[in-house]
Each structure stands twice: as C-alpha cells, then as structure tokens.
C-alpha cells in the first residue's frame, strides 16, 4: 500500500517530518545510495533518542521507523541533490 507517493505512511511521515530540507550533504553523504543509508537510519534514531523519553513511546517510535523504506528516501534525497547542483552550475 503506498501513500501520498510513498511506499507507506512511515516513509512519508519519517521524510515529511525529519528529512524535508535537509541537505544530503549536511549529513556526510559521499554520493552513493548505500553510503547514505545507514547515515539517514542513524539520524533518525539519534533525533528519536534525544526526544523520547526511554520506554513504551521510544519503543513504539523505533518499532515504527523499521517500517520506513530508507533506500526511497536516500533516492528523494539525492534526486533534490543532483537538482540543486545542476542549479548551481547552470547559474
């Protein structure tokens, strides 16, 4: 089931609320998908550690986040990437 465009809500939700803007390259992103997989999982994690108290909210939060399709994600990311770039050098 997809939703708003995106493989699920948890994708959507996670990139929506923690991803929009966010530059890529802010984040250590060295220009492959998989390099910035494990980069956009961590963070997530990090930003959820650092909000919630230990317990049944973070549990639920983290068992909530392995629903998100992170290559879709990093994919979003470094399309908006390319098209900055391709801004920048045109300008």
Same mark, same amino acid.
Request: charged letters at 25%.
């Given at each position: ?45 990090? *930003? ?5 108290? $230990?317990?049944?909210?973070?549990? =639920? #939060?983290?068992?909530?986040? &392995? !629903? *998100? ?5 990093? $994919?979003?990311?470094?399309?908006? =990437? #390319?098209?900055?770039?391709? &801004? !920048? *050098?045109?300008?």
């Amino acid at each position: 089931m997809s939703y708003n465009g995106w493989t699920n809500y948890a994708t959507w939700r996670v990139n929506l609320e923690i991803f929009d803007g966010l530059d890529p390259r802010e984040m250590g992103w060295h220009k492959n998908t998989y390099d910035l997989l494990p980069i956009l999982r961590d963070y997530v994690r990090d *930003v959820l550690e650092m909000n919630a108290k $230990q317990g049944l909210a973070l549990d =639920y #939060a983290l068992a909530f986040i &392995e !629903e *998100v399709n992170w290559q879709e994600i990093a $994919q979003s990311m470094i399309e908006a =990437y #390319a098209d900055d770039e391709e &801004e !920048e *050098v045109t300008a």
